[in-house]
């Protein structure tokens, strides 16, 4: 398989054993994204697992009982927020993969999107592990995980659907555009970063859907103040490594919009993808009282500067070392910013794991 320029940097990383990312680092996060690769192969699923109930649908169902059991069986598959919007067809993003082909009986799944006008799509909203995002851009496994919780929660949903006798195309990063979709369910509002900010988690988030016919009750967009406090915060614009976040005011523009490839050339350098735009942002917090009652002020707009440097002063948002982050201990301790050469010492994990050879020989 081809392996794409940041692949390619992540394995030189882990030949010259940079602090952070080695090779049990990577072999986290690439093992944490199993559940993702396997299933979008197949739609998310919807391809490979059968449904058996081809015979009886709900006659007429009331939408907002079928709305609060749908929103439900989310949560119970795992979601941490289910919103509901409708489909505008201006989200759907033809550079994103489409179902084209596939047949899932009795359905063609492209049947549903020629409709766009009948259409719900279920957003789902899976938070991200505080103390394991604090680690970026170092390897991060958390992103991946995350991509398998979706791909896990969007194809249960997916075939609960189905099952219920009405047609379902699960997405993760597919079909079309999230965040828009995500700001139509009420789930958050759109931050200076690019990114879908939650009252519940910030922007520590991943998104998924499930576009479907069945009779859904939509929900409405929801303002936090989010943008208020962007136009006096540029935490993210200052911290971006690659510079790709604007830092000035709205001014006429629409919407906040960043230098996508700037972004991306970063992540090749970096040998693996990077959330400092999470980490460093002031809704990014754990749960606590404190940090409600915080939100609350910043959702009022009340002492918006004072709580950014008092963000900063109390040390929100830094790098975590690595030893401090709490989490499973996948990572092999070096000295920060060093790189190690093949065979010295790593550190207190380093006699349980050992130093890397070449497997192949140099066949690769
Ligand atoms: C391609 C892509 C990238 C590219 C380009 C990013 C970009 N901003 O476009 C790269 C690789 C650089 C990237 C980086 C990251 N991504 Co990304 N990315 C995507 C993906 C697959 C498609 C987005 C796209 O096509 N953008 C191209 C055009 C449309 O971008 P744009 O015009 O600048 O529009 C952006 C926003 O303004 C908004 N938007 C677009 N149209 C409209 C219209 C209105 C009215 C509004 C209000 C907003 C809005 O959506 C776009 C960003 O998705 C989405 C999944 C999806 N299907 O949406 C995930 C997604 C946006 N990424 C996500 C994340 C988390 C990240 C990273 C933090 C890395 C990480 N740990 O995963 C960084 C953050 C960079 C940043 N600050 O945006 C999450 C966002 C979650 C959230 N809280 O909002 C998504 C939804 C994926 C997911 N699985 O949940 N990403
Ligand atoms: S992911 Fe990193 S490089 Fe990209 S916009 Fe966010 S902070 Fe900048
Ligand atoms: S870091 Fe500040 S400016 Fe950036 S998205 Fe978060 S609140 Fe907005």
């Not at 911290?239 to 790709?244: A, D, E, K, L, T």
Request: hydrophobic share 40%; with cysteine.
């Amino acid at each position: 398989m081809q392996r794409s320029p940041m692949h390619e940097k992540g394995v030189q990383n882990i030949r010259r054993q940079v602090s952070g990312k080695s090779i049990t680092d990577y072999a986290a996060s690439w093992a944490a994204r199993t559940v993702d690769y396997t299933l979008r192969s197949k739609v998310l699923a919807r391809e490979a697992v059968p449904f058996h109930n081809h015979r009886y649908r709900l006659a007429n169902p009331d939408p907002h009982a079928l709305t609060e059991i749908v929103k439900e069986t989310a949560r119970w598959f795992g979601a941490d927020l289910v919103g509901v919007t409708r489909l505008n067809p201006e989200w759907l993003s033809p550079e994103l993969q489409q179902p084209d082909d596939v047949t899932v009986e009795p359905f063609q799944l492209s049947d549903l999107l020629d409709r766009p006008q009948d259409v719900s799509v279920v957003v789902m909203v899976h938070e991200m592990d505080y103390q394991l995002l604090r680690r970026t851009p170092l390897v991060e496994p958390e992103t991946s995980l995350v991509y398998s919780k979706m791909a896990w929660c969007a194809a249960s949903l997916g075939t609960f659907i189905a099952e219920l006798g009405y047609r379902a195309i699960p997405a993760g990063n597919d079909v079309a555009l999230s965040i828009p979709l995500a700001l139509g369910a009420g789930l958050g509002e759109l931050g200076r970063n690019g990114l879908l900010i939650t009252r519940e988690y910030g922007p520590r988030v991943r998104i998924s859907k499930v576009f479907t016919d069945l009779p859904l009750i939509a929900d409405v967009p929801v303002d936090l103040g989010v943008g208020r406090f962007c136009e006096q915060c540029a935490l993210c614009a200052e911290h971006c490594p690659s510079r790709s976040i604007p830092s000035g005011p709205l001014g006429r523009r629409s919407r906040w919009s960043i230098q996508a490839s700037d972004c991306l050339d970063w992540w090749h350098r970096n040998g693996t993808h990077c959330s400092i735009c999470i980490r460093v942002c002031p809704w990014n917090k754990p749960d606590g009282v404190l940090h409600h009652f915080v939100r609350l002020l910043a959702e009022r707009g009340l002492f918006t500067r004072t709580l950014v440097r008092m963000d900063q002063l109390l040390g929100y948002g830094k790098r975590a070392r690595l030893s401090d982050t709490v989490g499973p201990s996948f990572s092999v301790e070096l000295s920060p910013d060093r790189e190690y050469a093949p065979g010295e010492t790593l550190g207190p994990h380093s006699q349980a794991v050992g130093a890397i050879v070449d497997a192949t020989d140099g066949a690769v």
